[in-house]
Each structure stands twice: as structure tokens, then as C-alpha cells.
């Protein structure tokens, strides 16, 4: 065991952290007393030691009436640890190129760092990268979470100094803990639960993050940062406080009907029950038994749905050994992947939450009420999930091709980020969206004029934010799309289908091609790309059509845009968002 103790001291432990490691390893969760006893260290040091543990990783803290701690699987640990010598290695090698450069010439003027995105995808690590922006901010920190963060985070918060703004979904089953998050933050209530959260440590760095598929994009870009910043106080602007919400839930409004059913017949014929019932929706997510139930026994019935004109989608996670169901029930009703294990039907009426089994069989609880709020929220969330979901045909061809299914990368220099969103653009079977700069208009309409028509001809909407000036309404009018008008963008992005975003950083925005500092985060990770679809509809819905902006640029009957009079000349009571009369 000596030996095992020198080995640990070689990442980063003391002999104490090391003896403390190993013994929490064998109880796997206990209690500081506990952990003393069998590792023999004196137990008016075991706490200073675990507390130690924590903070390089090691081990976890349980929040409860007695502080429990459980240890952090080793692999995880050292992972962190890795990386953390590595970040700071790459901070000693970036601190001297830059004193080398000014000890060279001190005369040199100082530029601007271009904007980095950094991206984690290990839970641990995302988890200390959050606890890091929350303790180190020194005047605010706004976090947009849901339910299972609030017990995780509170102990990490509630020792910050800085202001701390919580969009969370409030209920019945978190209320008291969000109760003790009032005692040191504004908190308000959220109505959706979702996986991709937020955090924002003093307007200047950023963390959209999500742990069931664990990765986290960070950054300090002042863009992408003023982007998550405008969406996290709309949202709070929006929201009902903490204590109205509360209140809310502690009237006692009595529940409509929910019951409990046990029983794996009884499970079955309610489900059957509510599906024959449904006159206009039927939506269910299910695992690979529930697909698996769908083929062989509930065919039948939803054959004889569609018959009724009742839309019947399922969400699945689809995967090679339930390839052959996911293949037959695509036949059959609307079907789409998505990476979330959930088991719920929901229909005009009613919801039915079902128990997760433990040995891969039928379900063994089945929860099902008509309450129209919990039915409400829900169909919110599962609506949600199935805009975000990749169409059930995407990824049996992702299976059969082996193609990866999510991923995000950097691109550097405009021209190589124009060659992909060409592609994108030759891609795009429905929509895209684009939010761009003055200077940007003007490249679209010299670099992509022609491949949005193209894009339009195939059926495909494309629409465009941003600020429309006097030096580029022409090509505005002349580019063939859906343009909206607004006085500042935060972030240049495009997203194509609804599945694979754009976030372009301009270094300088210039109408040319030539800009090899520019670079881009190409992803289609599905969360972060919903976020920013999210994003993009709540500022079109505020912002000024096109022919309104030019008339505030222009007022009077016959307008210039930098062009002669006479034929010339815009006729606005005759714009066309189809095809400019410019020539």
C-alpha cells in the first residue's frame, strides 16, 4: 500500500490526500469520521484533507444534513489533473511569446487577441470549470440551470462574492432548495427544464454547457459573450420571481386526476387506452423495449390513428442493434433520434411518465395524469426535444456509414469558413438563418447571391438579421431574401436546417474574401445548435422588416440607394422579397 501511496503523490497528493483517496475508494461514499477511522489519519486533519481531495478532484462533496463525500473515479481524476498541468504549461508558453516579443520591442503597439472558444467534454472537468467561473467572479454571475444543478452548485455559490441572477425551473419537488438559494441570490422561475444551460461570470466569460451528453463550450469572446448575455436577461426580464412562484405552487390547487399504475398489463392496456383515445396528437419518446413494443404489438393502432387523421411521432435513440424496429416504425409514423432516455406518451389529454426499468424489460410504474398544467409543460419540453431531434432517416444513415453523429471544430481564415458554408448553403433542403454585419451584406451578395437562389429554388427559406445602413440597402434589396433589420449584432452566425451552426468571428469586416485571422466553431451539436436557433426567433420577432428600414433611411416617394433616379430608382410600395427590381 506504501508503494500505492507514492504512485498518488505523483498526481499532485499529499501522503494524507493519498491514504484518504484510498480509503474513500473502498467505502465509495461516507462520512468524514468514517473516512478517518480507515485511513488512520487524525481526524482533526481528515477535513482539511478531503477538502483538499475536492479541489484537485478527487473527491465529491455531498450537500446533505451530515457532509458525506464520495470519490471521483480515477480515471476522471487524473484526467482533470492532466489537464490542468497542461492549461498550465500552455499559459507559461503563451506568457513567453508574449514577454519575448515585448522584451524585443517594446515599441511595438499591443493587439487584440482574437476571441477563443475552448471545448470540454468530460463531466468532471465541465463540473470544475463551472465551480472555477462561479468562485472566481468578482461582480456577477448569471446562471441559467435546471433542477438537478441547484443542489449540485449550492455550495459553490453560495460562497461566491459576486451578485447571483438563477433562471431555474421552480416545482413542487424543489422548492425548498430553491428556498435556500434565496438567502444569497435573485432567483427566478424558468418553465422549461433543459439540457443545454448557461453560465456568465461578469459579462466577460461565458459556459453553455450540458452534462447527459457532457460537453461545454467556453469562451471570452466579447461577441459570443454579449450574445448569451442579451438572451440570459430577456429571458430573466421575462420571468416571474422565486417567491411569486412559490406562492403559486403553495396554494394546493387540487390535481385534476393523476393515478399510479403497477403492473406490466395494466401498464399496457392504459397506454393503449390513451393512444386509442387521442383525436389530433399523439407524441411518444421511448427506449428501445418501447420501440421494439411499437412494431410488434401496437402497429395495428397506429395504422388505424394515421387512418383518423391523428399525427403519431415517436423519439427514440436510435442504434445499431435497434436498427431493424427503428427502420419498420419509420414506415409507419414520424420518427426522430434524439441522445435523452426518457419514457413518456403524451396525447390530446393526457401524460404518462413511466418508470424506468432496471433489467432491460417491460416497465414496472406507470404515472398517468390529466392535470392540464403538467400535461401543458410537458408537451412543451417533448415539443422541444423533437424540433431539436435529427430526422430518423439522418441518422440511420449516420449507423450504416459509420459517420460520426455530432462534432464541433474550428476553422481558420475566411475563405476556407466560405467554402463550407457553400456547402451548407448546397445542403440546405428547408431553412437557414443568418445573422451577419453591415460589411456582411455586402459579401453575401458579391459571394452568395446566386447560391441562395439556387437554395430558394429547391424550396428552401432562408432569412437574414442584420443592420441595414445606407451603404449596403441596395444589395439588401437586391440579394433575394428574407432581411430584417436590427441596430447591433452581437454574433455572425449562420445555421442551416435547423442541424449545423456557424459562429464566425470577423477580425476585420471587410466586404472582401481575404481575411486569414477570421475564423469559425463549426458544429451540429444538437442543443447548441437549438440555443441559437432559440436565439435568432426571439430577436426577428422584434426587429424592423426591410421596406420599414428603408423608408427610415429614405423617406419620400422615390428613393436612391446609392444608384441614379429614374428607372433606377426603389419603388417601396413595390418591394419583393423574391427577386429585386434592381438591374
Known sequence: ?????????????????????????????????????????????????????????????????????????????????????????????????????????????????????????????????????????????????????????????????????????????????????????????????????????????????????????????????????????????????????????????????????????????????????????????????????????????????????????????????????????????????????????????DCLLIAKDTKGKSPNELIRSNVPGLVGRMRELVENIWDAAIPAEEKIMEIETNKPVEGVKQVRGRENVFQFIKDYVQKSRHEIIITTTPNGILRMHKYFKQLFADAKKRGVKIRCLAPVTGGNAREAMDLGVEIRHIDDVHAVMGCFDNSRLVLLHIKDDSPGINSPEDFAILTNQKGTVELMRQMFDAIWEKSSDLKTRIRELHPGESVKVGIKAGKDALDLDNISMQKSEIP
Open 1 to 349: 500500500m506504501e508503494l500505492v501511496f507514492q504512485q498518488l503523490r505523483k498526481f499532485g497528493l499529499s501522503r494524507n490526500e493519498a491514504k484518504a483517496y484510498t480509503a474513500l475508494l473502498s467505502l465509495k461514499e461516507a462520512k468524514a469520521s468514517e473516512i478517518a477511522a480507515a485511513s488512520r489519519i487524525p481526524r482533526s486533519k481528515i477535513y482539511q484533507t478531503m477538502q483538499e481531495l475536492h479541489k484537485k478532484g478527487f473527491a465529491e462533496i455531498l450537500p446533505e444534513k451530515v457532509t458525506r463525500f464520495r470519490a471521483v473515479d480515477f480515471e476522471l481524476a487524473v484526467s482533470y489533473y492532466i489537464e490542468t498541468r497542461k492549461k498550465t504549461i500552455e499559459r507559461l508558453l503563451k506568457t513567453k511569446e508574449k514577454l519575448a516579443g515585448y522584451l524585443n520591442s517594446v515599441t511595438l503597439p499591443k493587439r487584440k487577441e482574437v476571441g477563443e472558444f475552448t471545448i470540454f467534454r468530460a463531466k468532471r472537468i465541465i463540473h470544475k470549470k463551472i465551480d472555477e467561473l462561479i468562485s472566481k467572479a468578482g461582480k456577477t454571475v448569471v446562471l441559467a440551470i435546471n433542477s438537478s444543478d441547484l443542489r449540485r452548485l449550492f455550495y459553490t455559490a453560495r460562497s461566491s462574492k459576486a451578485e447571483i441572477k438563477v433562471l431555474c425551473p421552480i416545482t413542487k419537488e424543489n422548492k425548498n432548495a430553491v428556498k435556500q438559494w434565496m438567502k444569497f441570490s435573485d432567483i427566478r422561475h424558468y418553465e422549461t427544464e433543459t439540457q443545454v444551460k448557461i453560465a456568465i461570470a461578469d459579462n466577460s466569460d461565458v459556459c453553455v454547457f450540458q452534462t447527459n451528453a457532457p460537453m461545454a463550450l467556453c469562451s471570452r469572446d466579447e461577441q459570443f459573450v454579449a450574445l448569451l448575455n442579451g438572451f440570459a436577461f430577456s429571458a430573466w426580464a421575462n420571468a416571474p420571481s422565486a417567491e411569486e412562484r412559490i406562492a403559486e405552487i403553495e396554494k394546493g390547487e387540487p390535481v385534476k386526476k393523476t393515478e399510479v399504475i403497477k403492473g406490466d398489463e395494466d401498464i399496457f392496456e392504459s397506454i393503449t387506452d390513451a393512444m386509442k383515445n387521442t383525436k389530433e396528437n399523439l407524441i411518444a419518446c421511448v427506449t428501445s423495449y418501447g420501440l421494439k413494443t411499437a412494431v410488434e404489438k401496437r402497429k395495428e393502432l397506429l395504422l388505424n390513428l394515421k387512418s383518423r387523421g391523428v399525427r403519431v411521432r415517436y423519439l427514440v435513440i436510435v442504434t445499431k442493434e435497434n436498427l431493424k424496429y427503428a427502420k419498420e416504425l419509420n414506415d409507419v409514423v414520424e420518427l426522430r433520434h434524439f441522445e435523452f432516455p426518457m419514457r413518456v406518451v403524451l396525447t390530446d389529454t
